[in-house]
């Protein structure tokens, strides 16, 4: 296996792109990462893509970027592992490279989620779960999460307002990320009065339905000086696999998955949770901080609420999370959220993160979830 | 739901049918065809008697496509009195105080609003035991 590194890194703002469809994101995202390397060679294009069936109409959507984007006819795939497709796509790229199989390989997530009305999205999110024993009895994820996070409060005595902290720290750092959706500070007060959505989760819990793509180009380590900007390593890469209905856990509250692909990718790199300066985490809902925390060993299991209390995780804690807004605050275009946190560790530890630079970085993990936990891909990257 | 999909669910939505496995005894819900634990093929038609205690709980206030009229409706797991977690809706919860480790049993009502295929898809939802929501006496 050969060693991979990132050498160009690009991405569209999040936001509601109602003049913009999939196809104008995906190619602005590639362009960028293709002019921020410097290098023209790409042997292969793999798109990060959720929902493009559902909400746009649209499969074979790699050949329609790569057709978009002037790639033809390079080999173009999709990739897909519900929320967790951005990071899956990065594994894609790296496996082709490291393999041997390609030596330049752009790896580009997009979501268009803004053409379809609500209820409409959180069906097709629903597609993540189990069809037969959760989506087709009207259990949404916003209830999945629900479920576990007041079973989360019932055994370690927690209050909704404990999980304040997670949502503040993620509007902070997206006030200081231009490209962030949701980019205003907010209060304690702000959480407590914001609107239910599924009880005890409300808006301010919640990764906003936004539009996206986020883009990489990855080539072998020995090659990449010939880049116009710093490579950064990858040095683990790992995916892990777990029941897809939650209830067929035997612990509903130990994200195995998350904890498997976070060892497997620690192991990779030689690192301990410890050795990591900053952590883009899934906050798809602040549940999925506390649990993801714990599972990947950043906290003991019931601690990652004190965790945030204490202000650790910020940015000038011990273990930052969501440096540059996270799903919370950036926005959750859900198949592009993957690469949105690649690019976001690659500029950190590129040290081009602006004010919301975390000093001295130079070791970074990206942890992408799909489904209910039921898949994650873990990436650490090292400059 | 497309007719066949609901026709092969009926057993596990109707009678809460799931597998067993002979070589561990463990028992799923939903039916599996491999015993995640020992790894065993083979497994058994298993019907669970549809009691069960609460896990825990959701109100949806927004809801999916296909569940607007139902709304606001409530969501949970349960766990089996033979062991599984199992997800589902709760029936006759309103003005209930829900708590974690209620009893409850199955019920077989209407799952969601009619689709475009017009027919009424049912199955098991789960409601506190009667005795359990009454004052006592």
């Known amino acids: 296996m050969r060693d991979v590194s990132v050498i160009g890194v690009g991405q569209t703002p999040v936001g509601e792109h109602w003049d913009r469809s999939l196809r104008d994101l995906a190619v602005e995202a590639i362009a960028e990462a293709r002019r921020d390397a410097g290098v023209d060679r790409v042997d292969a294009l793999y798109v990060g893509n959720m929902l493009s069936g559902e909400l746009a109409g649209q499969e074979n959507v790699a050949t329609l970027v790569a057709d978009a984007a002037g790639l033809l006819p390079k080999e173009a795939l999709k990739i897909e592992a519900a929320c967790a497709s951005g990071g899956a796509v990065l594994r894609a790229a790296y496996l082709a490279v490291a393999c041997g199989a390609h030596d330049y390989v752009l790896a580009v997530g997009v979501e268009k989620m803004t053409d379809v009305l609500t209820d409409g999205v959180t069906a097709a999110l629903a597609l993540a779960a189990d069809a037969d024993y959760e989506a087709a009895h009207g259990i949404t994820f916003a209830a999945l999460n629900a479920i576990l996070m007041r079973r989360y409060m019932h055994e370690h005595r927690a209050s909704h307002e404990d999980f304040a902290p997670f949502s503040i720290n993620a509007h902070r750092n997206a006030a200081l990320n231009p490209r962030a959706m949701y980019r205003q500070p907010i209060t304690v007060e702000d959480f407590i009065r914001s609107p239910i959505v599924a009880d005890p989760i409300n808006i301010l819990d919640s990764a906003g339905i936004s539009d996206g793509a986020a883009a990489l180009l990855v080539c072998p380590a020995s090659e990449a000086r010939r880049a116009r900007r710093p490579p950064v390593r990858i040095t683990g890469s790992a995916c892990a696999t777990d029941t897809l209905g939650l209830a067929e856990r035997t612990d509903p509250l130990v994200w195995q998955a998350v904890a498997d692909s976070a060892r497997l990718a620690c192991g990779q790199a030689k690192l301990k949770p410890k050795d990591i300066d900053l952590f883009e985490l899934h906050d798809a809902f602040t549940i999925v901080s506390v649990l993801s925390l714990e599972a990947c060993g950043f906290a003991d299991r019931g601690s990652a609420l004190k965790l945030a209390a204490e202000g650790r995780i910020a940015l000038e804690g011990d273990i930052p999370i969501c440096t540059l807004g996270g799903l919370k605050g950036r926005g959750h275009p859900v198949g592009a959220s993957g690469t949105y946190q690649l690019v976001e560790t690659a500029l950190q530890l590129r040290g081009e993160a602006g004010p919301a630079q975390v000093k001295g970085a130079s070791i970074g993990m990206a942890q992408s979830v799909g489904g209910s936990g039921s898949v994650a891909v873990t990436h650490i990257l090292q400059v | ?137």
């Open chain 2, 1 to 137: 739901m497309e007719l066949p999909r609901y026709h092969r669910l009926r057993g596990p939505y109707y009678r809460l049918e799931g597998r067993a496995c002979p070589g561990c005894s463990r028992r799923f819900f939903p039916p599996r065809s491999v015993c995640p634990s020992c790894k065993s093929g083979g497994l058994r038609p298993f019907a669970f008697c549809g009691r069960a205690t609460l896990y825990s709980w959701s109100h949806v206030l927004q809801p999916a496509r296909g569940f607007a009229s139902m709304a606001p409706y409530t969501v949970g797991m349960v766990r089996l009195e033979e062991g599984p977690l199992v997800s589902a809706q709760l029936a006759d919860a309103d003005g209930v105080e829900l708590a974690v480790g209620m009893p409850l049993e199955m019920v077989t009502r209407k799952i969601r609003d009619a689709d475009e295929h017009g027919y009424i898809v049912y199955g098991y939802k789960f409601r506190p035991l009667l005795m359990a929501t009454r004052p006592r006496p």
